[in-house]
Structure formats: structure tokens, C-alpha cells
């Protein structure tokens, strides 16, 4: 009877077998799949499967079937929107921007700052956030329920902290015109390391840290149930460390920011990538994806 099946299929008994053992070893493929996207995903919850398949780098499967898998049991990331206004720009900031044909080929030569925010069962509560622009690394945050330069500071010195000085030669601080930055306390606290202070003409001159805004909150916080600002507080620090640690940048050669700094101390300074700051010109029409460190 069988052999009359496998004859009306036209098809031998050892094909179907093998088919079998083909369709099984891909369902087990795609299990282990499964379990390592569940596993990153518990640290970057909302990490794209382009760059998780970076990260693992399976042997014997490509990028596409990786992704097609992925997609099949139904990791897409949810896209968020941010409505809530965390700028007021003062007209009467004395700073101008600095970055015109700017050239980096260190750390600790350029600081960008921003400020967004996360509702947590009604209230709102402000992050900011403080990113070296060459290693893309988060070296100062604060978080807390107001708006007020003291948080600013907190992060500030907390970034002093990070790279473990309190004095600059060749440093820029770059931010929007909100009035956290161009309070005294927050001022004083730059001009005392010597840290030159530049700011917005247009709010898309400050694309780099605005995305990484965006990434700690869209990519990681939104992805868990917070409850407490404890927790929030708590979840922070874990997602920043994440991302200094476990997000490669397609702009760092993939590397982490934190592996990046360390690949950098390796490399005589002519030898060095460099990264080109726009000129004003050219802001409009910004990427923050296409900024890409070149040798």
C-alpha cells in the first residue's frame, strides 16, 4: 500500500525520508533561532533583526532567512511616537554653533546633550542623556519628575565622572537652546573645564544625540512593564549599560561604543577613523546613519 503511494507521488521511499530529515532540521534550526532572538531581546527588546543576525552570526544561514524567520514568529518592532515638547528655546543665547566642517578623530572632542521623556502611569519623567559623538558612547544621564538645570548637571557631572577628568583642552559641549543649558550653574560648570559651548541655530543640528534619545526610550524602555520610578531609574543604568556594551554601531565599523574606545586606543592618532561633522548647509538634509567614521 505504501509503495503504491510513494509510486502515485512519484517519489521514492529514501527521498521522502530525506525530505523528512531536512524539514526537521529546519524546524530545530528554527527553534534555535527563536531562542537566541528571545535571549537579546531580553537585553535589547527592541533591537532589529538585521543587527541581532550581526551580533550571532549563524553559521550556515544568511541574513534573509534569518530575518524571514524572525518575522515569521512575529518579531517586528512597534514604531512610537513622541508628541510631548521637551525644547523651549530661548532666542537670546549668546552660543553659536561651533560644528561648521568640524573633523573628529578622538574621544573627548565633541559632547552632545538632549533632554526627552517617559510617561510612567501619568506622569512624566525627563532623561537626560549625555553621548560622546566619536564613540557614540552615553558617558552622563539623569532622570527625574521636573525639568529643572539641576538634572542637567547631575548628568554633567556624572560625564566628568565617566572619563574620570574634570579638565578639557579641546572639547565641545553641543546642545539645543533649551534654558537647562544656557543656565549659570550649567554654563559655569563647562567654562570651569575648560569645555567650549555650542548650541543649535535649527533643532535638526542636534540629529545625533535626538536619535540615541529615541533609541533608549523606543528600543529598550517601552519594551518593559515600569511601574515604580525606581524602576525606571534602575531599568536606565541597565539600559545604558546595554547599549555602551551589547549595540553595535553600523557607523563604529559594528562595534560596540564601549569596544569601539578600546579599538581606538590601539591606533596612532593619523591612523585613526575620522568622522566629518556636517557643515550648516547641509543639516537639513541629515542622516544621523549616514555620519559614518571613515579611514
Same mark, same amino acid.
Given at each position: 500500500?505504501?509503495?503504491?503511494?510513494?509510486?502515485?507521488?512519484?517519489?521514492?521511499?529514501?527521498?521522502?525520508?530525506?525530505?523528512?530529515?531536512?524539514?526537521?532540521?529546519?524546524?530545530?534550526?528554527?527553534?534555535?533561532?527563536?531562542?537566541?532572538?528571545?535571549?537579546?531581546?531580553?537585553?535589547?527588546?527592541? =533591537?532589529?533583526?538585521?543587527? %541581532?543576525?550581526?551580533?550571532? &552570526?549563524?553559521?550556515?544561514?544568511?541574513?534573509?532567512?534569518? %530575518?524571514?524567520?524572525?518575522?515569521?514568529?512575529?518579531?517586528?518592532?512597534?514604531?512610537?511616537?513622541?508628541?510631548?515638547?521637551?525644547?523651549? +528655546?530661548?532666542?537670546?543665547?549668546?552660543?553659536?554653533?561651533?560644528?561648521?566642517? &568640524?573633523?573628529?578623530?578622538?574621544?573627548?572632542?565633541?559632547?552632545?546633550?538632549?533632554?526627552?521623556?517617559?510617561?510612567?502611569?501619568?506622569?512624566?519623567?525627563?532623561?537626560?542623556?549625555? $553621548?560622546?559623538?566619536?564613540?557614540?558612547?552615553?558617558?552622563?544621564? +539623569?532622570?527625574?519628575?521636573? =525639568?529643572?538645570?539641576?538634572?542637567?548637571?547631575?548628568?554633567?557631572?556624572?560625564?566628568?565622572?565617566?572619563?574620570?577628568?574634570?579638565?578639557?583642552?579641546?572639547?565641545?559641549?553641543?546642545?539645543?537652546?533649551?534654558?537647562?543649558?544656557?543656565?549659570?550653574?550649567?554654563?559655569? =560648570?563647562?567654562? /570651569?573645564?575648560?569645555?567650549?559651548?555650542? $548650541?543649535?541655530?535649527?533643532?535638526? *543640528?542636534?540629529?545625533?544625540? *535626538? /536619535?540615541?534619545?529615541?533609541?533608549?526610550?523606543?528600543?529598550?524602555?517601552?519594551?518593559?512593564?515600569?511601574?515604580?520610578? *525606581?524602576?525606571?531609574?534602575?531599568?536606565?543604568?541597565?539600559?545604558?549599560?546595554?547599549?555602551?556594551?551589547?549595540?553595535?554601531? +553600523?557607523?563604529?565599523?559594528? $562595534?560596540? !561604543?564601549?569596544?569601539? *574606545?578600546?579599538?581606538?586606543?590601539?591606533?596612532?592618532?593619523?591612523?585613526? !577613523?575620522?568622522?566629518?561633522?556636517?557643515?550648516?548647509?547641509?543639516?537639513?538634509?541629515?542622516? !544621523?546613519?549616514?555620519?559614518?567614521?571613515?579611514?
Amino acid at each position: 500500500m505504501k509503495k503504491d503511494l510513494f509510486k502515485l507521488c512519484n517519489i521514492s521511499r529514501q527521498a521522502h525520508h530525506q525530505a523528512l530529515i531536512r524539514k526537521q532540521k529546519w524546524v530545530d534550526i528554527e527553534y534555535l533561532i527563536v531562542g537566541l532572538i528571545l535571549q537579546t531581546r531580553e537585553v535589547h527588546p527592541g =533591537m532589529g533583526l538585521r543587527v %541581532i543576525y550581526d551580533i550571532l &552570526k549563524p553559521n550556515g544561514l544568511g541574513r534573509d532567512a534569518f %530575518i524571514s524567520i524572525g518575522f515569521s514568529y512575529g518579531f517586528r518592532l512597534v514604531t512610537f511616537k513622541n508628541p510631548i515638547r521637551t525644547t523651549f +528655546s530661548s532666542p537670546y543665547s549668546r552660543y553659536k554653533n561651533l560644528l561648521v566642517d &568640524k573633523k573628529l578623530d578622538d574621544i573627548n572632542q565633541l559632547w552632545t546633550s538632549d533632554i526627552t521623556y517617559y510617561n510612567l502611569s501619568e506622569t512624566f519623567y525627563y532623561i537626560v542623556l549625555i $553621548m560622546d559623538v566619536y564613540s557614540r558612547k552615553i558617558i552622563g544621564y +539623569s532622570v527625574a519628575d521636573n =525639568m529643572r538645570a539641576d538634572n542637567n548637571c547631575q548628568a554633567l557631572e556624572m560625564a566628568f565622572k565617566t572619563r574620570k577628568q574634570y579638565q578639557f583642552t579641546n572639547l565641545i559641549h553641543h546642545s539645543d537652546r533649551g534654558g537647562q543649558y544656557i543656565s549659570d550653574n550649567y554654563t559655569t =560648570m563647562l567654562t /570651569r573645564a575648560g569645555i567650549k559651548i555650542s $548650541m543649535c541655530n535649527e533643532v535638526h *543640528e542636534n540629529a545625533h544625540i *535626538e /536619535r540615541v534619545n529615541g533609541t533608549i526610550k523606543n528600543q529598550y524602555l517601552r519594551h518593559w512593564n515600569i511601574t515604580k520610578f *525606581e524602576e525606571l531609574e534602575n531599568r536606565l543604568k541597565r539600559t545604558i549599560d546595554a547599549y555602551n556594551n551589547g549595540k553595535p554601531h +553600523s557607523s563604529l565599523l559594528k $562595534m560596540t !561604543p564601549d569596544s569601539f *574606545e578600546q579599538y581606538i586606543k590601539e591606533l596612532e592618532v593619523e591612523k585613526r !577613523p575620522k568622522l566629518s561633522i556636517w557643515t550648516t548647509n547641509e543639516t537639513k538634509n541629515i542622516n !544621523p546613519n549616514q555620519c559614518i567614521i571613515q579611514f
